[in-house]
């Protein structure tokens, strides 16, 4: 028996010291694209079924565990959630409430992996489990989590949509809800939490969903030619009534990588409203009456282009209502006739507001419900009624707002408010005696730990003198002695804002002596449309010279120092961080990229790499190349140059995000890279693109691999290794 602990430990030692020199299999290839030799060294590794290529990137996998597993205090963020979700008691999410008051949620306990279906006839009334994700295919284990939740317009049936390892493709089932009878019939093949949901029929006797007909998420047909299929509860599920795709309507030209999605928004309309999704936030839409569509009819009509720019549709009666960023890069809600419809000349009912960007309106009996967001980081309501405009005050000072209503023929509004230490409360406003009532389905726990924490807004100047906003969480007590370790968060892409939300894992970072950081670079939509363009296919590099602004602020301002700063993004938030790492690798002192954008210039051989054309733009446009050549991170890494320490993850099941991506650039950066720091490759056998997809425990376990790497890169005592892992 001590002969094979000794073989065993001998492997294990020279696993471990000989990692450096276990360099991935590379066969380059040459491509020209006008005029401009590229080189991929490492091509080969995009094929993931190649043997050589799987057992490198498992043998990568298998370091980075060791290593990680090293850091003292590696676990304590996972422990420390526990702890906090076991105070809170439960959480909840994915709130819907029918227009006769009944709540369906998915709830977690916090001794839970994953959440479970729970219904209550009245926010007052007793609360009944309705599902539990393990029981679906039980016998394959308890891999399913629940990702969605549609009820009918009556509350009487709900479809439930479920899937496993982070692959976001779904099966979904129908139950019925006073029996909890569930459905033979499984609908597969579908997205519903990321592209159109499922949208119910007036009568409540089927639904609108989007089929994928190429489910591997590795085929380069993944994503495209996808159709919206109406189906009718009790019939075959595989007897596909396409009713709105480029294959079904070859006349309205749906491009193959867009998904044609139908909007519902309530029972009484009299319209459909189809819509070909793609990553641009102004798209094409077209309109059909129901009766049409449900009896066959393929009479779809054009009701707007995308050059209108109008966002955020709903429909009531014979009003269109909208908020348009035509002319109006803040936006500016408005209102059309569905007879006549005018929409790049509407009626304006609240014009676009200077230094505020208009971000969601709710219908209701009394009038409209409006939220703006300034920078981003903070939140105001106000309510237009009979051609006015009211400023409503807030409980507290939000960063963010949701609100949520039961729609036009209802006085019912609830407000979420939340900020990045103000834990997230719902309220149910009253306009007659202007008072807000907590009506909060999670318990309100307190958290003394964070009573020293604050919260600072401010601004970095960038390259070009544009004011870049700056979220700053940390310890009020602490020293500016550029001493600190921090921890910069970015995105910049989509016209995606990164609203404050209380966030516990940066309040974490936080307590334990950092400072947080949300950069709001340009590519988002903090600051309305022009933000948006600010950081779009060649103004991209706007976004990773912000962020890099941000981290010289930082250091002007005696926060921190150079090597001090640990930057992390994810998705499309890999550009930003890989190109200001590959920019200025001596400003860093760690990298962290998780499913990350970084090789563009391949991007549109994913599955979904059509939809990214919009966003970054196209190989096969001269002008559009340059500007996604500069922004690929993968070849931008060169030989011999000394780059900060770098934890590389991802999902090998992600459908977004080809996980290559990421194991081609951490190939690349081993081989030429100069120093002697750690460079982790950290791929999830059992997860995607990560978020919802994946069960809370893993997500905890993620981020506390990812705030280990980073304090023990930045210094902090409490999690330096007894040994000398960089070397």
């Given at each position: 028996?001590?002969?094979?602990i000794f073989?065993?430990?001998?492997?294990?030692?020279?696993?471990?010291?000989?990692?450096?020199?276990?360099?991935a299999?590379?066969?380059?290839?040459?491509?020209?694209?006008?005029?401009?030799?590229?080189?991929?060294?490492?091509?080969?590794?995009?094929?993931?079924?190649?043997?050589?290529?799987?057992?490198?990137m498992?043998s990568?996998t298998?370091?980075a565990?060791l290593?990680?597993?090293?850091?003292?205090?590696r676990?304590?963020?996972?422990?420390k959630?526990?702890?906090?979700?076991?105070?809170?008691?439960?959480?909840i999410?994915?709130l819907?409430?029918?227009s006769n008051?009944k709540?369906f949620?998915?709830?977690?306990?916090?001794?839970?992996?994953?959440?479970?279906?729970?219904f209550k006839?009245g926010?007052n009334?007793?609360e009944?489990?309705?599902?539990?994700?393990?029981?679906?295919?039980?016998?394959?284990g308890?891999?399913?989590?629940?990702?969605l939740?549609?009820p009918?317009?009556?509350?009487?049936?709900?479809?439930?949509?479920?899937?496993?390892k982070?692959k976001e493709?779904?099966?979904?089932?129908?139950?019925?809800?006073?029996?909890?009878?569930i459905?033979?019939?499984?609908?597969?093949?579908?997205?519903?939490s990321?592209?159109g949901?499922?949208?119910?029929?007036?009568?409540n006797?089927?639904?609108?969903?989007?089929?994928?007909?190429?489910?591997?998420?590795?085929s380069?047909?993944?994503?495209?030619?996808?159709?919206?299929?109406?189906?009718?509860i009790?019939?075959?599920?595989?007897?596909?009534?396409?009713?709105?795709?480029?294959v079904?309507n070859p006349e309205?030209?749906?491009?193959?990588?867009?998904?044609?999605?139908?909007?519902?928004?309530?029972?009484?309309?009299?319209?459909?409203?189809?819509?070909?999704?793609?990553?641009?936030n102004?798209?094409?839409?077209?309109?059909i009456?129901?009766?049409?569509?449900?009896?066959g009819?393929?009479?779809?009509?054009?009701l707007?282009?995308?050059?209108?720019?109008?966002?955020?549709?709903r429909?009531?009666?014979?009003?269109?209502?909208?908020?348009?960023?035509?002319?109006?890069?803040?936006?500016?809600?408005c209102?059309t006739?569905?007879?006549?419809p005018?929409f790049?000349?509407?009626?304006?009912?609240?014009?676009?507001?200077k230094?505020?960007?208009i971000?969601?309106?709710a219908?209701?009996k009394d009038?409209?419900?409006y939220?703006?967001?300034?920078n981003?980081v903070?939140?105001?309501?106000?309510?237009?009624k009979?051609?006015?405009?009211?400023?409503?005050k807030?409980?507290?000072?939000?960063?963010?707002?949701?609100?949520?209503?039961?729609?036009?023929?209802?006085?019912?509004?609830?407000?979420?408010?939340?900020?990045?230490?103000?834990?997230?409360q719902?309220?149910?406003?009253?306009?007659?005696?202007n008072?807000?009532?907590?009506?909060?389905?999670?318990?309100?726990a307190?958290?003394p730990?964070?009573?020293?924490?604050?919260?600072?807004?401010t601004?970095a100047?960038s390259?070009?003198?544009?004011?870049?906003?700056?979220?700053?969480?940390?310890?009020?007590?602490?020293?500016?002695?550029?001493?600190a370790?921090?921890?910069?968060?970015?995105?910049?892409a989509?016209?995606?804002?990164?609203n404050?939300?209380?966030a516990?894992?940066?309040?974490l970072?936080?307590?334990?002596?950092?400072?947080?950081?949300?950069?709001?670079?340009?590519?988002?939509g903090?600051?309305?449309?022009?933000?948006?363009?600010g950081?779009y296919k060649?103004?991209?590099?706007?976004?990773?010279k912000?962020l890099?602004?941000?981290?010289?602020?930082?250091?002007?301002k005696?926060?921190?120092?150079?090597?001090?700063?640990?930057?992390?993004?994810?998705?499309?938030g890999?550009?930003?961080?890989?190109?200001?790492?590959t920019k200025?690798p001596?400003?860093f002192?760690?990298?962290?990229?998780?499913?990350?954008?970084l090789n563009?210039?391949?991007?549109?051989?994913?599955g979904?790499?059509?939809t990214?054309?919009?966003?970054?733009?196209s190989?096969?446009?001269?002008?559009?190349?340059?500007?996604?050549?500069?922004?690929?991170?993968?070849?931008?890494i060169?030989?011999?140059?000394?780059?900060?320490?770098?934890?590389?993850?991802?999902g090998?099941?992600?459908?977004?995000?080809a996980?290559?991506q990421?194991?081609?650039?951490?190939?690349?950066?081993?081989?030429?890279?100069?120093?002697?720091?750690p460079?982790?490759l950290?791929i999830?056998?059992?997860?995607?693109?990560?978020?919802?997809?994946?069960?809370i425990?893993?997500?905890?376990?993620?981020?506390?691999?990812?705030?280990a790497f980073?304090?023990?890169?930045?210094?902090?005592?409490?999690?330096?290794?007894?040994?000398?892992?960089?070397?």
């Amino acid at each position: 028996m001590k002969n094979i602990i000794f073989i065993i430990t001998i492997l294990f030692t020279v696993n471990f010291h000989s990692q450096k020199i276990n360099l991935a299999p590379n066969f380059p290839a040459t491509n020209q694209y006008f005029g401009t030799k590229i080189i991929d060294e490492y091509r080969n590794l995009e094929d993931l079924k190649d043997l050589q290529v799987d057992n490198w990137m498992k043998s990568q996998t298998d370091y980075a565990n060791l290593i990680l597993d090293k850091i003292p205090n590696r676990n304590y963020y996972v422990e420390k959630r526990l702890e906090l979700d076991k105070r809170q008691g439960y959480s909840i999410s994915d709130l819907k409430i029918t227009s006769n008051d009944k709540y369906f949620y998915l709830k977690r306990n916090a001794e839970e992996k994953a959440s479970k279906l729970y219904f209550k006839a009245g926010f007052n009334e007793r609360e009944e489990l309705l599902y539990d994700p393990y029981n679906f295919k039980s016998k394959s284990g308890n891999n399913f989590i629940i990702n969605l939740i549609s009820p009918s317009w009556d509350g009487n049936k709900i479809a439930i949509s479920l899937t496993e390892k982070g692959k976001e493709l779904s099966e979904v089932i129908i139950m019925d809800v006073e029996t909890k009878y569930i459905h033979p019939e499984i609908i597969t093949n579908t997205n519903p939490s990321n592209i159109g949901g499922i949208k119910w029929l007036e009568d409540n006797s089927g639904f609108f969903y989007v089929y994928y007909p190429v489910i591997e998420n590795n085929s380069e047909q993944f994503g495209k030619n996808t159709q919206s299929i109406l189906y009718k509860i009790g019939t075959d599920p595989k007897k596909l009534n396409d009713v709105f795709s480029n294959v079904n309507n070859p006349e309205l030209k749906i491009g193959k990588d867009e998904l044609p999605a139908i909007l519902v928004f309530n029972p009484k309309d009299k319209y459909y409203i189809g819509m070909p999704v793609g990553a641009e936030n102004f798209r094409n839409a077209f309109i059909i009456d129901k009766k049409d569509l449900l009896n066959g009819e393929k009479n779809w009509k054009v009701l707007y282009h995308k050059d209108s720019k109008v966002f955020f549709i709903r429909l009531s009666e014979d009003n269109i209502y909208f908020l348009s960023g035509y002319n109006s890069p803040n936006f500016k809600l408005c209102r059309t006739s569905i007879h006549n419809p005018n929409f790049k000349n509407p009626e304006v009912l609240v014009s676009q507001k200077k230094d505020e960007v208009i971000t969601q309106y709710a219908l209701t009996k009394d009038g409209i419900y409006y939220t703006t967001s300034k920078n981003g980081v903070e939140a105001k309501l106000y309510l237009y009624k009979n051609k006015k405009e009211t400023y409503i005050k807030l409980p507290f000072i939000a960063g963010n707002i949701n609100l949520q209503s039961k729609g036009k023929n209802f006085s019912d509004i609830w407000v979420n408010c939340s900020g990045w230490a103000n834990e997230e409360q719902r309220f149910r406003y009253n306009l007659i005696t202007n008072t807000f009532k907590p009506e909060n389905l999670t318990p309100v726990a307190e958290y003394p730990e964070f009573k020293n924490i604050v919260v600072e807004e401010t601004t970095a100047k960038s390259h070009d003198g544009v004011e870049i906003p700056l979220s700053l969480i940390y310890n009020k007590n602490i020293k500016k002695n550029s001493t600190a370790s921090v921890l910069i968060d970015c995105y910049g892409a989509y016209g995606i804002s990164r609203n404050p939300f209380f966030a516990k894992s940066f309040l974490l970072w936080a307590s334990q002596g950092g400072i947080m950081a949300i950069a709001h670079v340009r590519g988002g939509g903090e600051k309305g449309e022009e933000w948006r363009l600010g950081g779009y296919k060649e103004k991209k590099p706007n976004s990773w010279k912000d962020l890099i602004a941000c981290t010289e602020y930082l250091i002007k301002k005696k926060f921190t120092s150079k090597k001090k700063i640990a930057i992390w993004g994810g998705s499309a938030g890999g550009i930003t961080v890989g190109r200001a790492m590959t920019k200025r690798p001596d400003l860093f002192g760690a990298v962290i990229v998780e499913a990350g954008v970084l090789n563009t210039i391949r991007s549109e051989k994913n599955g979904i790499g059509g939809t990214d054309v919009s966003e970054y733009g196209s190989i096969k446009d001269p002008k559009e190349f340059k500007g996604i050549l500069e922004m690929d991170a993968y070849l931008h890494i060169k030989k011999g140059i000394k780059y900060p320490a770098t934890l590389i993850s991802t999902g090998i099941n992600d459908p977004r995000i080809a996980p290559w991506q990421s194991t081609k650039f951490a190939a690349k950066l081993m081989a030429d890279d100069a120093s002697s720091h750690p460079i982790l490759l950290k791929i999830d056998y059992e997860g995607g693109h990560g978020g919802g997809s994946i069960p809370i425990f893993q997500r905890y376990s993620d981020l506390s691999d990812i705030f280990a790497f980073a304090f023990w890169q930045l210094g902090h005592p409490d999690y330096q290794p007894k040994e000398n892992l960089d070397k």
